[in-house]
């Protein structure tokens, strides 16, 4: 059995250097200490990926020792300095680790993923050779032209050795021409219905459920009618959802009214906890309505995690109640407890956000 805490120290022992920390409700984030770094209206920004080659090579190699780990690299350094950076400098205590057990259920991943030939890929699919418990994605698997060709030779050398234990949902790039049969081919069943890419599954006691954003979805639809049904007839106390296009944002692409039936459907039956990509970057919203009210009492707590890889944006002005926002590559990892959950935001090799905390079921 893996020991989360091992996992955590791990992933800080590759994700470089130390960042201060401010707490916040049930959370806390990595912050620069004044005056060590750089920022950019509250987000982290990098200093410059070419100066921290050796240092950082160096890491790797003595962590992987071998060339998968020094290609991981050199598209996290491509990456940023096309991006203008992550959130990577500072120094300070280190955040505290979330409470978790090592027989909690784990659910990790991020979308917005493969990039060829530069994205950033084999370096977050390096963060899931070290993390068990199920794969998500939240769609845009794949970029320009989603062939099955491109699904086996872009997605399949970095995410796909874990093929078997991920459960995906499309996003607006997996449609693209000459259509959503590549990406309905590659992943098989795990994707759901043929056609449909909407379906729910169980983690231990939390219900899961992945919807498509590409299809249907206000009031009347049919993916609509059922979701009604699934959350009539899986009333647990621990619910998380996730598709590709996010209901809030404060990134380029920003909020997808579309979605918000679907949204007000989750609200309404209990659910804890949604998941999006679409925006590349990392967001963490405080527990809200589907008006944007925050909602301690029964709000949902929305996860930004378009950071699988693709080429990274920046902010605008902070949407209500988004209470962290980086932009850098890396995956969620949740903890799904019988009564609450934990969070962990893990970087790729050479960054140093992370952002972490707890919540509880409704």
């Given amino acids: 059995m893996r020991d989360p805490r091992a996992e955590h120290a791990l992933d800080r022992a590759a994700g470089g250097g130390v960042m201060g920390y401010v707490s916040g409700p049930s959370g806390y984030s990595e912050q620069p200490v004044p005056g060590s770094g750089p920022s950019d209206s509250g987000r982290h920004v990098s200093s410059d990926p070419a100066s921290r080659w050796l240092d950082t090579s160096s890491r790797i190699g003595a962590r992987w020792g071998s060339l998968a780990g020094l290609v991981a690299l050199a598209a996290v350094v491509l990456s940023s300095a096309r ?78 050795r874990h093929l078997e234990r991920t459960r995906p949902v499309p996003g607006n790039h997996d449609y693209d021409p000459p259509g959503s049969s590549g990406y309905f081919g590659y992943f098989g069943e795990n994707a759901g219905p043929k056609g449909l890419g909407y379906y729910s599954y169980d983690v231990a006691t939390w219900h899961v459920i992945a919807l498509n954003s590409q299809i249907g979805m206000q009031a009347g639809s049919a993916q609509y009618a059922w979701l009604q049904s699934d959350l ?4 647990v106390r621990c619910t998380v959802a996730y598709f590709h296009y996010p209901l809030f944002s404060s990134s380029q692409n920003g909020p997808t009214a579309s979605v918000r039936d679907l949204w007000r459907l989750l609200y309404d039956g209990g659910a804890d906890v949604i998941l999006n990509g679409n925006d590349h970057v990392y967001e963490r919203f405080a527990p809200q309505d589907p008006a944007g009210r925050a909602d301690a009492a029964r709000g949902i707590r929305q996860f930004t995690v378009g950071t699988g ?54």
């Fill in 309 to 362: 890889g693709a080429t990274l944006y920046g902010f605008g002005t902070p949407a209500p109640n988004s209470e962290v926002r980086a932009s850098v590559h890396g995956v969620l990892k949740l903890y799904l407890q019988a009564s609450g959950y934990a969070w962990e935001f893990v970087p790729v090799a050479g960054q140093s956000f992370r952002d972490g905390g707890t919540g509880t079921c409704h």
């Fill in 232 to 235: 009539a007839a899986n009333p």
């Fill in 83 to 160: 991006c203008g950076g992550t959130p990577d400098s500072g120094t300070g205590p280190t955040p505290p680790d979330p409470p978790v057990s090592a027989h909690d259920p784990v659910l990790v991943g991020a979308g917005d993923i493969a990039m060829c030939p530069l994205g950033a890929q084999s370096a977050t699919a390096l963060l899931l050779d070290r993390i068990g418990g199920t794969v998500f994605t939240t769609g845009d698997n794949v970029y320009d032209a989603p062939t099955p060709a491109k699904y086996a030779d872009c997605y399949g050398p970095a995410w796909g």
